[in-house]
């Protein structure tokens, strides 16, 4: 089974009598830059920004910081200088309708008295999905959605395909040198890239829940896979997952006994030791490999939204022949190592012609230190 993330259209269009102009751009430009402050705290829920505005002038912005504090209409309209009454907002996300951690945001702008609301995309989640449209439009408040949608979208693509999927976003991470190489035959690999690209890559575990490594990789490096930087302040906690084919780690390895949070996916539960912090849960596996899959789905159970694979080979081409990863960030080093048994982004199964290829999409390439990083969704088509 596969899921990829694209873009959907929103459940309502433009009203045909409005006129979205360039000064509406602006002002949903605005509330894209607030939606952004939340990156690092708001998991399991949305990115959102908020802007009021009345006679051309801002009376009222926020942002969404964190699960169970105000959301970003409340906290915008708690803001305002004056009466939001006959307003514009705008919007990053169509407002909630439902009693969630805090209360309902279309019944706040309509209590406001707001005029019009402008909303880039329309929420997915079984509890708003155009609900809060319709209560804000049957209220007699212009509703409008679209304006900077393909924006929007990228901006909460995690929230958007849980919400859609019912499974963790996956993102595919990988240092590699220009020969497409993950370490020597010796299986070093520290360090291909330079200390710039290591604190980027450090810093996308702030923005994810989990981070995924197999077994092999384990008893290779050792990792420890923690957070460094101090940037994550959502509630949900930092989790280390490792998947075990093989049910031969060393109890002493540091993800199962340093007391963080760990989920250990193994062929042979009866080989560890289960405490609060390390939940060791019983998997099969088929030509030695578990199902990613059905991992995903249990990830998904237990409240992970958002997941970083970080290796090795095997875990890699494994989520790249069955096709279960969302993004991929990968950090290529100026080196080749050369070595036909040197670990390698993608060990599979040989591709015999080219139109059988595991193919995808580049979005953008920049420099991180003297290291180039791309990143890359799945291709539609394949």
């Known amino acids: 089974m596969s899921f990829f993330f694209t873009l959907h259209p929103s459940p309502f269009t433009l009203n045909p009598q409005a006129t979205i ?31 009021i505005v009345l006679d051309g002038r801002i009376i009222g912005e926020g942002f ?11 906290e915008a309209l708690r803001k305002c200088c004056e009466s939001p009454a006959g307003a514009t907002v705008y919007v990053t996300l169509e ?15 309509i209590a406001a008295g707001v005029a019009r609301v402008v909303a880039a995309v329309g929420d997915p ?12 439009a049957e209220a007699g408040i212009s509703v409008e959605t679209g304006l900077l949608s393909r924006e929007a979208e990228t901006m909460n693509e995690v929230f958007l395909y849980t919400a859609r999927h019912r499974r963790p ?39 994810v829940d989990a981070i995924l490594v ?3 990789t384990v008893k290779a490096d050792d990792p420890l896979l923690t957070r460094r930087l101090g940037l994550n302040r959502s509630i ?63 990830l998904y159970d237990r409240g992970i939204r958002s997941l970083l694979v970080e290796g090795g080979s095997l875990l890699h081409s494994d989520l790249i022949e069955r096709r279960l990863w969302q993004k991929m960030i990968v950090f290529i080093a100026p080196m080749v190592i050369g070595g ?43």
């Open 169 to 207: 976003f996956v993102i595919l991470k990988a240092a590699v040198t220009l020969d497409g190489k993950l370490a020597t035959v010796d299986r070093d690999s520290r360090w291909i890239t330079g200390e710039t690209a290591r604190e980027r890559s450090l810093g996308l575990r702030e923005e």
């Open 340 to 382: 036909g048994s040197a670990p390698a982004l993608f060990g599979g199964q040989a591709i015999v012609r080219l139109t059988d290829a595991y193919r995808f999409r580049f979005d953008r390439a920049e420099m991180v230190g003297d290291d180039v990083m791309i990143v890359g969704y799945p291709s539609i088509d394949n």
């Open 21 to 51: 102009s360039y000064v509406d751009e602006i002002y949903m430009r605005r509330a894209l830059e607030l939606a952004g402050k939340g990156r690092y705290g708001t998991s399991p829920n949305p990115m959102v920004g908020c802007v």
């Open 125 to 136: 989640d079984s509890r708003v999905d155009g609900a809060g449209f319709r209560k804000l």
């Open 95 to 109: 407002p909630c309708s439902h009693e969630g951690r805090t209360g309902p945001c279309a019944d706040a702008l």
């Open 64 to 74: 969404h910081s964190r699960a169970g504090e105000a959301h970003a209409e409340i």
């Open 236 to 298: 949900t906690p930092w989790t280390r997952v490792v998947v075990d084919a093989d049910g031969d780690l060393s109890p002493a390895a540091r993800l199962l006994s340093d007391g963080g949070r760990t989920l250990l996916f193994t062929t042979h539960p009866q080989n560890y030791v289960q405490s609060e912090a390390l939940e060791v849960i019983g998997a099969s596996a088929t030509a030695g490999r578990i199902d990613l899959d059905w991992v995903f789905r249990q």
């Open 214 to 216: 197999g077994g092999g």
